[in-house]
Nanobody, 118 residues
Framework: QVHLVESGGGLVQPGRSLRLSCVASGSDLSGSTMGWYRQASGKERELVAGITSGGSTVFGDSVKGRFAISRDDEQNTVYLQMNSLRPDDTATYYC????????????WGQGTQVTVSS
């Protein structure tokens, strides 16, 4: 079982930056893939960014060049650095982890709200 706790959301003006953090606790964290998804009101959940245990990254098209993802495996933490924020980045952001123990499993955080508005 894995538990994810996100932090760092809030209200920010357009053009500013925000960093989200997600701390994982539990078993089978070694070798996991971690990432962030978001869901805006009335829309489907979409991938924001992901990072493998080897450091390979993937980004959603709408955030490429503006967002960065990183991880600290000693702290079991994944970060999402969000720069040049826009109103359409407003959403609930969810931390996600895929673990590869005896079987592949995925877990979600409870979500943190990011609102971009002047």
């Amino acid at each position: 079982q894995v538990h994810l706790v996100e932090s760092g959301g809030g209200l920010v003006q357009p053009g500013r930056s925000l960093r989200l953090s997600c701390v994982a606790s539990g078993s089978d964290l070694s070798g996991s893939t971690m990432g962030w998804y978001r869901q805006a009101s009335g829309k489907e959940r979409e991938l924001v960014a992901g990072i493998t245990s080897g450091g390979s990254t993937v980004f959603g098209d709408s955030v490429k060049g503006r967002f960065a993802i990183s991880r600290d495996d000693e702290q079991n933490t994944v970060y999402l650095q969000m720069n040049s924020l826009r109103p359409d980045d407003t959403a609930t952001y969810y931390c996600h982890i895929m673990t590869y123990g005896a079987s592949r499993r995925e877990y979600w955080g409870q979500g943190t709200q990011v609102t971009v508005s002047s």
